[in-house]
């Protein structure tokens, strides 16, 4: 299942239910990215009110079932679930929960970070951080790229 | 040919619109040509897509495409930053 939804979520619930729909699966990894209330800029510190996520509906769905359809070819996966919200998350929610299913831990594990991997490069999203009295776009991070193409 | 034209992130801001709709002239072929005729639209078309030190991705049709791509019937083109979700 994979929902674009602005709604806040809960983690723990979404996780239990996926693993009682799951029953014999006998390995689950899980990734949970939340939203921090400090950000660096320049070297400096400062305090993020919220932020505010910007996506492409149209694009967002297709580009996170390529994603995972390219992680269905690489790994035995007995199901997943992906959740990622736009709108407005102040610190401490969940902005996206990734969940994975397989016979055996490494194929969860894997698959599982895969998937985040590629979703950060991939899926368009765009993350404004506000402060009290200004706001920045994020920028995205050669890490992440770096960190994808070790994948291939 | 007409074509939906969306705008995303700071691109978005720098333009002054979410979307619009455009007739591309029969000149522009290709997507290099297509970041050239926007830059004369306007300042505020200028200054987005002038700016050499951020990087642009282009999705047409919802895919992503290559800036060196010729244009092949597109409805949809959307221009926006490196994506920053996660």
Redesign the interface.
């Known amino acids: 299942l994979i929902k674009i939804q602005n709604e806040k979520f809960n983690s723990g619930e979404l996780i239990d239910n996926f693993l009682e729909r799951n029953l014999y699966s006998g390995g689950f990894a899980s990734f949970i990215g939340k939203a921090r209330n400090f950000t660096y800029n320049d070297g400096q510190k400062f305090t993020i009110n919220r932020i505010e996520l910007e996506h492409y509906p149209a694009m967002a769905e297709k580009q996170i079932k390529n994603i995972v359809n390219n992680a269905q070819n690489r790994w035995e996966i007995d199901n997943f679930l992906i959740i990622h919200r736009y709108g407005i998350i102040w610190p401490g929610e969940p902005i996206v929960l990734i969940c994975t299913a397989s016979t055996h831990r490494k194929e969860a594990l894997d698959s599982c970070e895969y998937i985040i991997d590629f979703l950060k490069t991939e899926a368009p999203f765009w993350k404004k951080e506000i402060m009290s009295n200004n706001y920045h776009w994020v920028e995205s991070k050669e890490d992440d790229k770096n960190k994808k193409d070790l994948w291939k | 040919m007409e074509v939906t034209f969306?705008y995303?992130?700071?691109i978005?801001e720098t333009v002054g619109k979410k979307s619009e709709v455009i007739t591309i002239p029969a000149s522009v072929n290709t997507l290099v040509q297509l970041i050239e005729w926007q830059k004369d639209r306007g300042e505020n078309y200028r200054l987005a897509f002038e700016n050499k030190n951020k990087e642009i991705r282009i999705?047409v049709d919802?895919k992503?495409v290559k800036i060196t791509s010729t244009l092949n019937k597109p409805k949809?083109i959307?221009f926006?930053?490196?994506?920053?979700?996660?």
Not at chain 2, 80 to 86: K, Y
């Open positions: 969306l995303f992130s700071w978005r999705a919802h992503y949809e959307a926006f930053p490196p994506v920053t979700g996660g």
